[in-house]
């Protein structure tokens, strides 16, 4: 069974602290990894798209990595901001957009 | 990229009525898509919006509950029948990108059914 799972499942930092959430998978076939940031009350907005041959990719901030052997990936978020406090959450694609299997995201705060 | 809007954001209704959600997207897009997204969970598939035919459910959504209509590209419908507190939760319309890679989310209804 495709399962995604991610930790921790809540995390509180202090702003301008550096903080690494995780993601484990079980997805086959894999086709890539995304990872989105949800806000209150808003829908999940993409943070980065890594394929199988990608390693770490990087927007802003965000930092993901992806190690498709132990079929692991992480987002670092580097200098908190108080606009990060979202939930955050890993999607694996084995392919085409119904093939999407979704974890239960980390839900951060970020603390001033 | 691809802006998505819903309506209404939020709605509180009574067990046995239906609600009907629009989702609007503002550019051509491939696929569409209905979510639920219940609290502390994963987002869940309802089903994919077919443009001019029925939608394809996935397992353990019926038509008859949720149905769903796409006239256009660009639009789409999700009916949640004779509803149930168990229905409250967010619904959420998807699109997929004319890429077919970048899949975007509208802002999400809450529904609370009383």
């Known amino acids: 069974k495709n399962q995604v799972e991610q930790s921790p499942q809540s995390l509180i930092i202090l702003e301008g602290k550096n903080c690494t959430l995780q993601?484990?998978?079980?997805?086959?076939?894999?086709?890539?990894l995304r990872w989105y940031k949800q806000d209150t009350g808003r829908g999940p907005v993409s943070l980065t798209i890594?394929?199988?041959?990608?390693n770490t990719k990087s927007n802003g901030r965000y930092t993901a990595t992806l190690d498709a052997d132990t079929k692991q990936s992480s987002l670092h978020i580097t200098a908190s901001q108080l606009s990060d406090s979202a939930s955050y959450i890993c999607v694996v694609s084995g392919g085409g957009a119904d093939g999407l299997t979704f974890g239960k995201g980390t839900h951060l705060i970020i603390q001033p | 990229s691809a802006v998505i809007s819903q309506k209404p954001s939020r709605d509180i209704c009574q067990r046995g009525t239906s609600l009907t959600i629009q989702c609007q997207v503002d550019?051509?897009?491939?696929?569409m898509f209905w979510y639920r997204q219940q609290p502390g969970q994963s987002l869940t598939l309802i089903a994919t919006?077919?443009?001019?035919?029925?939608?394809?459910?996935e397992s353990g959504f019926v038509i008859d509950k949720f149905p769903i209509s796409r006239p256009n590209l660009t639009f789409s419908t999700l009916t949640v029948s004779n509803m149930s507190p168990e229905d409250s939760s967010i619904y959420l319309c998807s699109a997929l990108g004319a890429d077919s890679y970048e899949q975007y989310f509208g802002p999400g209804t809450r529904l609370t059914v009383t």
């Open positions: 550019s051509q897009v491939t696929m």
């Open positions: 890594m394929t199988f041959s990608e």
């Open positions: 993601c484990n998978y079980t997805v086959s076939p894999f086709s890539n």
């Open positions: 919006a077919n443009q001019g035919s029925e939608a394809t459910y």
